[in-house]
């Protein structure tokens, strides 16, 4: 299982970005499956996630601006993030799990398959 994200960039503090994942050999839907990030300076993080059932997630500082979701025809898992400020620069990860079902909050420990990350930059 290969997993990729794309979607990162560059952007002003109150604009939006669209995070995507894609993932080979693997059906989003059917198991967990996750956004993580590390900002610099400290730990890697969860940010949001998915269970096969629909539910989702959030850390709690994210405060209802970003959102997971997945799309069961592309095969995708998107992480819309809106009100981006300069402290939710960092690399943001996808994950998925192996056989999880269900995870009751973004910890990494539910997650087997890891994307290389992509690079979100918010300026002020």
């Known amino acids: 299982v290969q997993v990729a994200e794309s979607g990162g960039g560059s952007v002003q503090a109150g604009g939006s970005l669209r995070l995507s994942c894609a993932a080979s050999s693997y059906t989003f839907g059917e198991r967990c499956a996750g956004w993580f990030r590390k900002r610099p300076g400290k730990e890697r993080e969860g940010v949001a996630i998915?269970?096969?059932?629909?539910?989702?997630r959030y850390e709690d500082s994210i405060e209802g601006r970003f959102h997971i979701s997945q799309d069961n025809v592309k095969n995708l898992l998107y992480l819309q993030m809106n009100s981006l400020t300069p402290e939710d620069t960092g690399m943001y990860y996808c994950?998925?799990?192996?056989?999880?079902?269900?995870?009751?909050?973004?910890?990494?420990?539910?997650?087997?398959?890891w994307g290389q990350g992509t690079q979100v930059t918010v300026s002020s």
């Open positions: 994950a998925a799990s192996l056989n999880r079902r269900t995870c009751n909050s973004p910890n990494a420990g539910y997650f087997y398959y």
């Open positions: 998915i269970q096969a059932d629909g539910v989702t």
